[in-house]
């Protein structure tokens, strides 16, 4: 048995959660089979949560510790330096399907942490409420995710009574060996990774340095044929990306779809275009970005309701012009 006291050095800072965060939180550790390498209990006297802790592997008998409790919360993660995949959150009932969205993704090291209550505490409401606001915390904090939704997307409301739940579970789930929120939060990010109003979490999302070498080297050229709009775009891996620099619409026309707008006021807010384009009825995006299909990049850019004939073909042949000198 190990016992140890998390402070905010130590533990997730809970930002806008009562101050009960600030103090010491002291949990025990009970190794079951002896040794910290194997299946352990993570406990404390302060809350009504504990985590079973267990290498993925070991996943049939972790199940088999599970069969008091109805509703858990869980997350499967690789803590190796470069993992073999993105760390998944999930809750379930009694399916316990543990992992199953990973396929052959799992990689020797990986671990399973289950957040474990008595029915009064974990429900069908609470549970996924605590799943949900894990993966919110997660990709605002952008740590890489294999989940490809985010339960409740919009419809998701901060829980005051439930956030001590969500508070407790990540101190827990820090002491079991799950360190990736305490250290994003620790260095928060600059700028959000992905971005979505609904529960997909796939619906705007920034290109990386290699996707920006990439893309216009093998994907499919495009430029968008409105007003004059100057936007460059991709179809690459099925999925459409738009380049940093392309020009965006500041007026957002009435006859967009509610959920455009709202996605059109999220990129605004996260500082995803900027006003330098030198002129009042434009604005520059700033990061590049990949989304599910042209006419939703259309729409975004442009704030009107056009679709994917918008964007025209960029004629790629060898006899366009070129910025090279001739031989």
Same mark, same amino acid.
């Given at each position: 048995?190990?016992?140890?006291?998390?402070?905010?050095?130590?533990?997730?800072?809970?930002?806008?959660?009562?101050? !009960?965060?600030?103090?010491?939180?002291?949990?025990?550790?009970?190794?079951?089979?002896?040794?910290?390498?194997?299946?352990?209990?993570?406990?404390?006297?302060?809350?009504?949560?504990?985590? $079973?802790?267990?290498p993925?592997?070991?996943?049939?008998?972790?199940?088999?510790?599970?069969?008091?409790?109805?509703?858990?919360?869980?997350?499967?993660?690789?803590?190796?330096?470069?993992?073999?995949?993105?760390?998944?959150?999930?809750?379930?009932?009694?399916?316990?399907?543990?992992?199953?969205?990973?396929?052959?993704?799992?990689?020797?090291?990986?671990?399973?942490?289950?957040?474990?209550?008595?029915?009064?505490?974990?429900?069908?409401?609470?549970?996924?409420?605590?799943?949900?606001? &894990?993966i919110?915390?997660?990709t605002? @904090?952008?740590?890489? @995710?294999?989940?490809?939704?985010?339960?409740?997307?919009?419809?998701?409301r901060?829980?005051?009574?439930?956030?001590? &739940?969500?508070?407790?579970?990540?101190? @827990?789930?820090?002491?079991?060996?799950?360190?990736?929120?305490?250290?994003?939060?620790?260095?928060?990010?600059?700028?959000?990774?992905?971005?979505?109003?609904t529960?997909?979490?796939?619906?705007?999302?920034?290109?990386?340095?290699?996707?920006?070498?990439?893309?216009?080297?093998?994907?499919?050229?495009?430029? $968008?044929?409105?007003?004059?709009?100057?936007?460059?775009?991709?179809?690459?891996?099925?999925?459409?990306?738009?380049? !940093?620099?392309?020009?965006?619409?500041?007026?957002?026309?009435?006859?967009?779809?509610?959920?455009?707008?709202?996605?059109?006021?999220? &990129?605004?807010?996260?500082?995803?275009?900027?006003s330098?384009?030198?002129?009042?009825?434009?604005?520059?995006?700033?990061?590049?970005f990949?989304?599910?299909?042209?006419?939703?990049?259309?729409?975004?850019?442009?704030?009107?309701?056009?679709?994917?004939?918008?964007?025209?073909?960029?004629?790629?042949?060898?006899?366009?012009?070129?910025?090279?000198?001739?031989?």
């Amino acid at each position: 048995m190990h016992s140890f006291d998390t402070a905010p050095n130590g533990a997730p800072a809970r930002t806008g959660v009562s101050g !009960a965060y600030e103090r010491a939180f002291t949990v025990t550790t009970v190794f079951i089979d002896g040794n910290p390498s194997g299946m352990r209990l993570i406990k404390s006297c302060g809350t009504r949560l504990s985590v $079973l802790a267990a290498p993925f592997s070991e996943l049939a008998r972790v199940k088999e510790h599970l069969s008091p409790w109805d509703f858990v919360v869980y997350v499967i993660d690789d803590p190796s330096p470069i993992p073999a995949q993105p760390t998944y959150i999930g809750e379930g009932d009694g399916e316990r399907r543990f992992g199953a969205q990973l396929g052959n993704a799992v990689g020797a090291a990986t671990q399973i942490y289950v957040v474990i209550a008595d029915e009064s505490t974990f429900n069908k409401i609470t549970a996924p409420y605590v799943e949900a606001r &894990l993966i919110q915390v997660c990709t605002d @904090l952008n740590v890489p @995710l294999s989940n490809s939704t985010q339960p409740y997307g919009r419809g998701l409301r901060i829980i005051d009574d439930l956030e001590q &739940l969500v508070g407790h579970a990540e101190m @827990l789930l820090f002491a079991a060996g799950f360190t990736r929120i305490d250290f994003a939060r620790r260095n928060p990010p600059a700028l959000r990774h992905r971005l979505s109003v609904t529960t997909d979490l796939e619906e705007m999302v920034a290109m990386t340095d290699e996707e920006k070498t990439i893309v216009p080297a093998e994907g499919v050229a495009f430029r $968008l044929d409105r007003r004059d709009l100057r936007v460059e775009g991709y179809k690459w891996n099925d999925r459409f990306y738009v380049m !940093a620099g392309s020009d965006y619409a500041r007026r957002t026309r009435s006859s967009l779809s509610e959920d455009h707008k709202a996605r059109r006021r999220l &990129l605004e807010n996260e500082k995803w275009v900027d006003s330098a384009s030198g002129t009042a009825d434009k604005m520059k995006l700033g990061v590049g970005f990949h989304c599910r299909s042209g006419a939703f990049a259309a729409k975004l850019l442009s704030g009107e309701h056009i679709d994917e004939d918008s964007w025209l073909a960029v004629e790629m042949t060898a006899n366009a012009p070129s910025c090279e000198a001739p031989a």
